[in-house]
């Protein structure tokens, strides 16, 4: 087992963390990466070279996901076959629930999340983050995870080719591992941790504004598709309904337009499809939900303006009625794809640290 920890300008408590988990697991193998801390840093790292760690260096900061990236890429390459465990370096992962993390996945978990209670004296904007991204990760997904931005996590070893793909550089990257995660039809196991925030969460290099947009920005960027493909939907609407009157043959037509220009901003922007995948299997799956929704569109539609309301708002309403389960059939059935399952560790992997 290897336990990998990303580290920008740590202080004592990565010390603190070697020095325990040398104690309590000196079974598992050490892996620190520097993401740039600078030459003021370099004790810090050099105390936990001296304690056995193997300690890795970007030159410049890049962030926690690419940090992340350096040690699966190290680990694939020098100790193939070894599960790894993540946590974070500031002290809020205990050694026993790093080890509870890790016996999950020897157990024969993929992927395992220490997920927090958030009780006891919890910062602010840790708490609000927290239920925000829970609660958006869910609407995205149909998906409960407790805590979608822990730090302690495992994985097997057979998924860091898949890790190494998903898209992400910062701190949005182990959102973006969850939604991939969730797509693939990847289970996510989650085990109950400590919640520990020293000094009210001080050493945190997380900017509130700029690593929330980015972390949100999977979802965002699904909406703003969404608007775009309704205000085309909705402008080609009234000009055929104009044209030629009634109201199955221009929703037909609007549909069409809308519906094509979504799906080709879709698969490349919102879901990360890469473009060397066959595009067909896709497209028929989302010509499927098109037709649905299509269908649920114009019985609101007739429903609606039989009733009594203007075109205009009542394709508005519709709209928003529809929008979330869009983006849920989307996710889990268009353009998901699944990981290959666990594969078994290969026999006397090599060491690190």
């Known amino acids: 087992m290897i336990v990998l920890i990303p580290a920008y300008e740590p202080d004592a408590r990565l010390v603190a963390l070697v020095d325990a988990l040398r104690a309590t697991a000196p079974e598992a193998h050490l892996l620190v990466v520097d993401d ?50 993540c946590a974070d370096s500031d002290g809020q992962h205990s050694p026993d629930d790093v080890r509870r993390v890790a016996a999950r996945v020897r157990d024969g978990a993929d992927l395992v999340l220490g997920v927090r209670g958030f009780t006891g004296t919890v910062p602010l904007r840790s708490r609000v983050g927290n239920a925000l991204t829970r609660t958006l990760f869910r609407l995205a997904t149909g998906r409960d995870v407790r805590d979608t931005q822990t730090g302690l996590r495992g994985y097997a070893a057979g998924l860091l080719p898949w890790l190494l793909s998903v898209p992400g550089e910062r701190f949005e990257y182990e959102v973006s591992t969850l939604l991939q995660a969730v797509r693939r039809g990847l289970p996510i196991d989650q085990v ?56 199955l043959l221009p929703l037909v037509g609007a549909r069409l337009l809308s519906s094509t ?23 028929l ?66 060491r690190v640290g």
């Open 36 to 85: 740039g801390s600078g030459s003021a840093f370099a004790p810090v790292f050099d105390a936990v070279r001296q304690r056995g760690c193997a300690v890795l260096t970007h030159p410049v900061n890049r962030g926690k996901g690419a940090a992340l990236k350096t040690g699966f890429r190290f680990v694939a390459e020098h100790a193939p076959g070894e599960d790894v465990v």
């Open 192 to 247: 109950g941790i400590a919640t520990i925030y020293l000094e009210g969460n001080a050493s945190s290099h997380f900017r509130p504004v700029l690593d929330s947009a980015r972390i949100y920005a999977p979802l965002l960027t699904f909406l703003l598709s969404s608007f775009a493909a309704f205000v085309l939907d909705t402008a080609a609407l009234l000009v055929l309904h104009g044209l030629l009157g009634g109201l």
């Open 261 to 283: 220009v979504n799906f080709a901003v879709n698969r490349r922007l919102v879901f990360a499809a890469p473009a060397t995948r066959r595009v067909g299997a896709a497209a």
């Open 285 to 350: 799956r989302y010509a499927s939900l098109a037709v649905g929704l299509l269908a649920a569109n114009y019985l609101l539609l007739a429903a609606l303006t039989g009733l009594g309301l203007g075109l205009l708002p009542a394709k508005l309403l519709t709209e928003v009625l529809l929008v979330t389960a869009s983006y849920l059939v989307q996710s889990r059935a268009v353009y998901a794809r699944r990981v290959r399952p666990r594969q078994p560790a290969e026999p006397e992997p090599a």
